[in-house]
């Protein structure tokens, strides 16, 4: 369980105007407290270009370092053309950082952790084209390597039982199909989102591993009077084939209220509610908001054996600042809370 003690920080924000063009920054540090890392010092970096006759440019960047010399970091560039016709997004992570693994399953116990420091790079290339309205296609390059360090020597994963737990690098392609009908990217009030993505790693391509990674993403939002915003989302993950441990859909990574690695199996199975409001108009203040959201989800090892007595529940709420008005970016304080687990989550953009 994470049992971070503080986090202090603050916002330095900047703009810079020029004739047809607009460049925009923002950033903050901050420094956070747990029993696993110790002291940890991090930034988060946002920065923005658009040039007003053809693309535009976001690059964002959170990273994490622990005076116990560990470390997580992602970078995000993505290149828009202005006309959205064209969507070119980068994801490179690399981390150090303490987790556990419980063994695989819907109901895996606290007593059987097992607590690692896995190294893993990653880097994921989406290419996204319009070929309708609203409707995109898109090419998927990824590629991950991992190593497991600081193993339990009694635990499953010193033993090399589980598949993943020696080092191995994950190489695939893929496709994906997505229709998009939000009215903003970054914080949607109205419209719905439906995405179908897979991957597919194959030792063809070098990896280790031969499977399907897939994604089913269903989202809707509706607009209430007085900056009030209604979203749901609708989340299944699914792997076939022979995975390795890290890539199998992970419960506690995509429901607020337990930790990242709780619960993993080959299918997953989420549903996500959320209540937003901002509800100061003008001034200081109208970067100020607030969330309260209840999530439901769990993991199985095969898609016939989700019920829903099995299901997980988590319920929370935060606050939002919005440190890029005009783009409707923003950071996100909040404390989630499960069955016999508490979480919070401190980051840059919206859940869903």
Same mark, same amino acid.
């Given at each position: 369980?994470?049992?971070?003690?503080?986090?202090?920080?603050?916002?330095?924000?900047?703009?810079?105007?020029?004739?047809?063009?607009?460049?925009?920054?923002?950033?903050?540090?901050?420094?956070?407290?747990?029993?696993?890392?110790?002291?940890?010092?991090?930034?988060?970096?946002?920065?923005?270009?658009?040039?007003?006759?053809?693309?535009?440019?976001?690059?964002?960047?959170?990273?994490?370092?622990?005076?116990?010399?560990?470390?997580?970091?992602?970078?995000?560039?993505?290149?828009?053309?202005?006309?959205?016709?064209?969507?070119?997004?980068?994801?490179?992570?690399?981390?150090?950082?303490?987790?556990?693994?419980?063994?695989?399953?819907?109901?895996?116990?606290?007593?059987?952790?097992?607590?690692?420091?896995?190294?893993?790079?990653?880097?994921?290339?989406?290419?996204?084209?319009?070929?309708?309205?609203?409707?995109?296609?898109?090419?998927?390059?990824?590629?991950?390597?991992?190593?497991?360090?600081?193993?339990?020597?009694?635990?499953?994963?010193?033993?090399?039982?589980?598949?993943?737990?020696?080092?191995?690098?994950?190489?695939?392609?893929?496709?994906?199909?997505?229709?998009?009908?939000?009215?903003?990217?970054?914080?949607?009030?109205?419209?719905?989102?439906?995405?179908?993505?897979?991957?597919?790693?194959?030792?063809?391509?070098?990896?280790?591993?031969?499977?399907?990674?897939?994604?089913? $993403?269903?989202?809707? /939002? &509706? !607009?209430?009077?007085?900056?009030?915003?209604?979203?749901?989302?609708?989340? =299944?993950? @699914?792997?076939?084939?022979?995975?390795?441990?890290?890539?199998?859909?992970?419960?506690?990574?995509?429901?607020?209220?337990? $930790?990242?690695?709780? /619960? &993993? !199996?080959?299918?997953?199975?989420?549903?996500?509610?959320?209540?937003?409001? =901002?509800? @100061?108009?003008?001034?200081?203040?109208?970067?100020?908001?607030?969330?309260?959201?209840?999530?439901?989800?769990?993991?199985?090892?095969?898609?016939?054996? &989700?019920?829903?007595?099995?299901?997980?529940?988590?319920?929370?709420?935060?606050?939002?600042?919005?440190?890029?008005?005009?783009?409707?970016?923003?950071?996100?304080?909040?404390?989630?809370?499960?069955?016999?687990?508490?979480?919070?989550?401190?980051?840059?953009?919206?859940?869903?």
């Amino acid at each position: 369980m994470k049992k971070i003690i503080i986090i202090i920080s603050f916002l330095l924000l900047g703009r810079i105007l020029a004739v047809e063009k607009k460049t925009s920054w923002a950033g903050y540090p901050f420094a956070s407290y747990s029993n696993e890392t110790k002291l940890v010092l991090g930034a988060f970096f946002i920065y923005e270009y658009a040039d007003s006759a053809s693309y535009k440019f976001q690059l964002l960047n959170n990273s994490l370092f622990s005076i116990n010399k560990q470390y997580m970091t992602i970078i995000m560039p993505q290149f828009t053309k202005n006309d959205e016709s064209t969507i070119i997004d980068l994801t490179i992570k690399a981390r150090k950082w303490p987790s556990s693994f419980y063994g695989i399953g819907n109901n895996t116990l606290e007593d059987d952790e097992e607590k690692y420091v896995p190294i893993q790079y990653e880097a994921e290339l989406e290419y996204k084209q319009k070929v309708a309205e609203h409707l995109y296609l898109s090419g998927i390059a990824q590629i991950i390597d991992t190593r497991m360090t600081h193993l339990d020597s009694e635990g499953e994963l010193a033993k090399k039982t589980i598949p993943g737990s020696e080092k191995n690098m994950l190489t695939g392609v893929g496709a994906a199909v997505t229709l998009d009908k939000r009215d903003d990217k970054n914080y949607s009030t109205s419209g719905y989102y439906l995405s179908f993505r897979s991957v597919k790693f194959t030792d063809a391509l070098g990896s280790d591993y031969n499977l399907f990674k897939s994604e089913l $993403d269903v989202r809707q /939002f &509706i !607009d209430l009077p007085h900056q009030q915003v209604l979203a749901f989302q609708g989340l =299944f993950r @699914w792997v076939t084939g022979n995975p390795a441990f890290k890539i199998l859909p992970d419960l506690g990574n995509n429901i607020r209220g337990y $930790d990242s690695g709780r /619960f &993993i !199996d080959n299918y997953l199975s989420v549903i996500k509610t959320e209540y937003k409001v =901002f509800p @100061w108009k003008e001034g200081f203040l109208r970067r100020v908001g607030f969330v309260a959201f209840a999530e439901f989800g769990q993991v199985a090892s095969e898609i016939n054996a &989700i019920r829903m007595k099995e299901t997980k529940c988590a319920f929370g709420f935060g606050t939002r600042f919005l440190i890029l008005p005009e783009s409707k970016l923003s950071l996100r304080f909040e404390f989630g809370f499960g069955k016999d687990s508490t979480d919070m989550i401190f980051t840059a953009r919206e859940e869903f």
